[in-house]
């Protein structure tokens, strides 16, 4: 997840996310987000563009913590 990050790509990121996800079982992590299934399929998928909240819920659901620190 640090290496999507660090490319700055936001649809990598999002499909960094769907990878993790489907590791750890869409169905859990869609439930623990407050989602359904279908709908994280949808934001982490090809085409997807997950909403900042969305992206939050899954990086909860998946153990992760977002942070910022300062650019170098």
Do not use: W
Not at 49 to 68: D, I, Q, Y
């Amino acid at each position: 997840m640090e290496a999507a990050f660090e490319t700055g790509d936001a649809p990598f990121i999002a499909h960094a996310f769907g990878i993790a996800a489907k590791a750890r079982g869409m169905t859990e992590i869609a439930r623990e987000a407050g989602l359904s299934r279908e709908s994280l399929y949808r934001a982490l998928g090809e085409n997807g563009n997950p909403e900042f909240a969305t992206v939050l819920k899954v990086a909860k659901a998946l153990g992760l913590r977002l942070s910022v620190v300062a650019a170098e």
